[in-house]
């Protein structure tokens, strides 16, 4: 079997295509704590949109969502602010 005999009799097309990633955005739970920091610290570097969702705000000049993990009503609000 040639590696001609394996190609499929369809035109190949030869545009050029552009496509424009959308910037991804993070909610750090715990940002403002040791590992979350770090966490946030390389998103920024990335480039990348990030919030803050703890209880205490610290570090940052990114959106900051004060609450506890363990309260429902907190976590909702914070998400529906992003």
Do not use: W
């Amino acid at each position: 079997m040639s590696f001609h005999s394996c190609l499929l009799p369809y035109p190949v097309l030869r545009e050029t295509v552009v496509i424009q990633k959308m910037k991804e955005f993070y909610m750090v739970i715990g940002g403002s704590g040791f590992l979350g920091r770090h966490i946030v610290q390389q998103l920024v570097d990335r480039g990348d949109n990030v919030c803050i969702f703890d209880i205490v705000q610290r570090y940052f000049d990114v959106p900051f969502y004060p609450g506890d993990i363990t309260n429902i009503d907190d976590v909702t609000n914070a998400l529906q602010k992003v």
